[in-house]
């Protein structure tokens, strides 16, 4: 993977492995993208607190990882999940991050 | 939209409208974003050519778009298309950028 693009981070597409909803977009350094794979649950890079973020550690809504695939320039992957606990990826208590449209 | 936390870009995750495939993560700022809305027509920011880049302008693969949401922190955008031309999104004539597994 190449992690220099971004001052060692590539974006993290996590998808809903039998939906195909994208539910999230986050960071992933190269230990957060090992630990995801050693260990089959999401884990990111937290910006703004700098360190590393097992998703649902403390909610319990982690992210089973079932697969994870990168691009044709090995700078961003898609994560195709299975939801844990009550199945909310976003903060705010929905199943996806992605609820509002952008319009002109 | 935020467009502080990547020096002014944001990541937008193309996504079929149909099958609901990630084809592809690209870059947008403000601008990009702006005309991806008002022509309808995925236009992302070039990273390596730091340009505009108008999806599939010369190879006629442009990506109509359906909808644009955006996540709970205004930083990252999925961007939902129908895809023209030939239907290859990728580079490599591939419908997806995402073809390759990580494994451990």
């Keep these: 993977m190449d992690f220099t693009k971004l001052n060692g981070l590539i974006p993290a597409v ?4 039998e939906s ?3 539910l999230m977009v986050g960071f992933m350094n190269d230990e957060a993208l090992r630990l995801t794979l050693d260990t089959a649950y999401a884990t990111f890079y ?17 992210l089973a990882v079932r697969r994870v695939l990168t691009d044709c320039d ?3 992957v898609v994560v195709r999940v299975v939801r844990e606990g009550d199945g909310h990826v976003c903060h705010r208590g929905t199943r996806s ?3 509002r449209e ?3």
């Design 97 to 99: 991050c992605f609820t």
């Design 14 to 17: 996590v998808q809903d492995d």
């Design 74 to 76: 090995d700078d961003s």
């Design 46 to 62: 937290s910006r703004s607190r700098q360190t590393l973020w097992l998703k649902g550690e403390t909610s319990g809504n982690r």
């Design 102 to 104: 952008v319009r002109r």
């Design 20 to 22: 195909g909803e994208v």
